[in-house]
């Protein structure tokens, strides 16, 4: 997704805050670091990097303070050191309830980050609070030793984002990061960097496999027209329709994977719900996406619960399992197969 091995750091700046009461205090760096090219840059590009698992992006707001300070560094880069001191107060109290102790706010300029096929500068913002413990080894005259330090994991920040270049009509694509998971209702995504989603064939590809499987497990609406072993034999049908289409179309897709008016109808209405809550654009039509496709590979492994004795996993042909019951009442499944493994 993000590749930085002809990437180049052309400016860090870090600046440290403290916890005084319920004030945040700012103690500035003086001026931006400048860091030469080799094992050092590379790492940190490496750690900048490292938390952004998925090509899901954002939509940077345009009237917020963060568009207007990436716009005049990517325009500017030698306004990265002035434009730091204005975001770090922009955090301001909104830091207050989540650190304890020191806290440090970076924001890093870099070109030639390779992202989808396109050399592209980029800024990232970085908010540490969180320094885990960590052993230092050492050797004394006679052993080796473990004192322990304090310190902060780039790789793993409380906050972050990495901003793309935009102009006033989109604002930039943005990838965004909070430890335990991006809150679209909290103030680093809502207010600090005010986002919002941003369609792709990756997040399109993403969600309706999504949609499918979260459909399947609620099934409620369903349960007098569709049994756990029909829907397995759904995912089975999706999986089908992502592999073998080029092109993904709304309309065929219900038709060859849900194949029953009444399951169609219901999906609709899941679908409707589920844009809703998630406020995620969809697409009707769009290219899949084979990252997104393996990425979601797991969801297409369907389990069939048996009361609390057993569970069935079905991986793929599920046309070889038969659910039947007895004369007594008693369920069953009888599983076909050609040899063990």
């Not at 560094?73 to 909104?94: A, C, M, W, Y």
């Not at 993904?248 to 194949?259: A, D, H, L």
Request: with cysteine; glycine share 6%.
């Amino acid at each position: 997704m993000i590749n930085t091995s002809n990437a180049i750091i052309n400016g860090v700046v870090i600046h440290r805050c403290t916890k005084e009461e319920n004030n945040i205090v700012w103690d500035y760096s003086s001026q931006a670091i400048i860091l030469e090219e080799g094992e050092e840059s590379e790492t940190l590009l490496e750690h900048i990097t490292a938390m952004y698992k998925e090509p899901l992006f954002h939509q940077l707001g345009t009237l917020g303070p963060v568009f207007s300070a990436s716009q005049k560094v990517f325009e500017t880069p030698d306004l990265l050191f002035e434009e730091s001191i204005q975001l770090s107060r922009k955090l301001g109290h909104n830091l207050s309830e989540d650190i304890n102790g020191e806290a440090f706010f970076l924001q890093v300029h870099m070109s030639d980050i390779l992202v989808d096929d396109e050399l592209l500068d980029a800024m990232a913002l970085i908010v540490m609070y969180t320094a885990p413990r960590f052993y230092k080894i050492q050797k004394s005259d006679t052993c080796f030793t473990i004192p322990t330090d304090k310190g902060y994991i780039i790789a793993k920040p409380d906050k972050a984002c990495l901003i793309l270049p935009g102009d006033e009509t989109n604002g930039g694509r943005v990838l965004v990061y909070e430890s335990g998971g991006v809150k679209e209702e909290g103030f680093w995504y809502k207010d600090y960097l005010q986002l919002s989603p941003l369609g792709n064939e990756y997040s399109y590809t993403t969600d309706y496999i999504k949609m499918t499987s979260q459909f399947l497990k609620q099934r409620k609406p369903l349960e007098q027209v569709l049994d756990k072993k029909q829907g397995a034999e759904i995912l089975e049908r999706s999986l089908d329709y992502f592999t073998q289409n080029d092109k993904f179309e709304e309309r065929e897709y219900k038709q060859e994977v849900f194949r029953d008016n009444a399951v169609i109808e219901a999906f609709d209405d899941y679908k409707q719900k589920w844009a809703e809550k998630n406020q995620r654009p969809l697409a009707d039509s769009f290219e899949p996406s084979s990252e997104a496709l393996n990425k979601q590979s797991k969801v297409f492994r369907s389990v069939i619960k048996l009361d609390k004795n057993f569970h069935i996993y079905v991986h793929g042909d599920s046309s070889k399992i038969m659910k039947g019951e007895d004369e007594l009442g008693k369920k069953y499944y009888i599983l076909y197969y050609n040899e063990e493994s």
